[in-house]
C-alpha cells in the first residue's frame, strides 16, 4: 500500500506528510488516527487539529475516545481547531 497522504484544506494537491501504513485492523492496514493527529500537530507548530476525508470540514473524521480508527485512504486534510467552521 502507498503511504497516506495529509495535506492542507486550502492547498489539496500540496501534502505536508507522509506516512506508511504499518498499522492493521480487520486485515486493513492504514494508519492510527492518533498517530496522525500527532504527527500532524507537530508540524502545525503544536496546534490542535481534525482531520477530514475531503477539503471540506464537515467531512470530519469521527472517533470514540478509547477506540482505534484506522486511516486507509490515499489522502486527508488537516483542520486547525476543534470545531467546523461556521
Excluded at 27 to 55: D, H, K, M, P, W
Aim: hydrophobic letters at 35%; a positive charge.
Amino acid at each position: 500500500m502507498e503511504p497516506i497522504g495529509f495535506a492542507h484544506p486550502r492547498y489539496p494537491s500540496h501534502v505536508f506528510l507522509r506516512l506508511e501504513p504499518c498499522d492493521m485492523k480487520d486485515n486493513v492496514s492504514g494508519v492510527l488516527l492518533e498517530v496522525a493527529l500527532y504527527a500532524c500537530r507537530i508540524i502545525a507548530n503544536n496546534q490542535c487539529g481534525f482531520l477530514s476525508t475531503s477539503n471540506n470540514a464537515t467531512d470530519k473524521v469521527n472517533h470514540t475516545p478509547g477506540t482505534d480508527v484506522l486511516l486507509s485512504r490515499a489522502r486527508y486534510y488537516y483542520f486547525l481547531g476543534t470545531k467546523l467552521p461556521g
